[in-house]
């Protein structure tokens, strides 16, 4: 079955613009992650969905960041008035809620602030 | 606060050695993971580690945890180039998110 999958893959913005990124993950997966990657670093959490409910937001930079997952399934990952400090690889994952909890991955949107 | 350390960092191998990348956490967890990340790319899934003890092999690398110790250790076998390649060791606190290591840039040259 399909994978994860993020659009877009690539997304140059202007610094202060609104950035939207979304997050389809594979059907049926309950809880749904982001990470955000910084260049030559590790993911780091941004927030975590299970179903349309959002229990952790704690990793969130600041108030300029927005997650949401209104029915349960796609998530969008908004950033308000982008910095440049924002330029990261945005990784989006999902899970079952029993077994391994094995996290998949989609490719990531790169987004470039400039 | 979780903190998972990965070392080396940084490791270029010859073709055909061995080698050993090591991931210690500092809060107790049951379970971890190994991905690997090639270059623009994301994050394929390469080991879950699910119980003390637990060891598992794919080709040339073989994952093992132990709990107690708060250590994995991901062993490589006679290195080859198609290995070269960025590991992260994973381990999930809690509601199953993860804290990833900050990643073992392996090299292996011929």
């Known amino acids: 079955g399909a994978g994860v999958s993020q659009s877009p893959r690539y997304k140059v913005a202007k610094r202060g613009q609104d950035v939207a990124l979304r997050c389809d993950p594979i059907?049926?997966?309950?809880?749904l992650f982001w990470y955000q990657q910084a260049l030559g670093q590790g993911p780091e959490f941004l927030t975590y969905?299970?179903?349309?409910?959002?229990?952790?937001k704690s990793g969130l930079p600041s108030d300029r960041f927005f997650a949401e997952r209104p029915e349960g399934s796609v998530s969008t990952l908004k950033i308000q008035r982008t910095q440049q400090e924002d330029s990261a690889v945005y990784l989006c994952?999902?899970?079952?809620?029993?077994?391994?909890?094995?996290?998949?991955f989609g490719p990531g949107t790169r987004l470039t602030v400039t | 606060e979780l903190k998972v350390e990965q070392n080396p960092l940084f490791l270029s191998m010859q073709e055909g050695k061995n080698y050993t990348i090591y991931c210690n956490y500092s809060?107790?967890?049951?379970?971890l993971y190994w991905y690997r990340q090639d270059p623009g790319k994301s994050l394929e899934s390469l080991f879950v580690?699910?119980?003390?003890?637990a060891v598992k092999q794919e080709g040339r690398l073989m994952a093992s945890l132990d709990t107690k110790a708060r250590l994995s250790t991901l062993h490589i076998t006679a290195a080859v180039h198609d290995l070269s390649a960025t590991y992260f060791c994973?381990?999930?606190?809690?509601?199953?998110?993860?804290?990833f290591g900050a990643g073992t840039r392996l090299t292996v040259k011929p």
């Open positions: 580690l699910l119980s003390n003890g």
């Open positions: 809060t107790t967890s049951d379970r």
């Open positions: 994973a381990v999930p606190p809690y509601n199953n998110d993860m804290r």
């Open positions: 059907s049926g997966h309950v809880s």
């Open positions: 969905f299970q179903n349309e409910a959002q229990l952790d």
């Open positions: 994952a999902s899970t079952d809620s029993f077994g391994s909890y094995e996290q998949y």
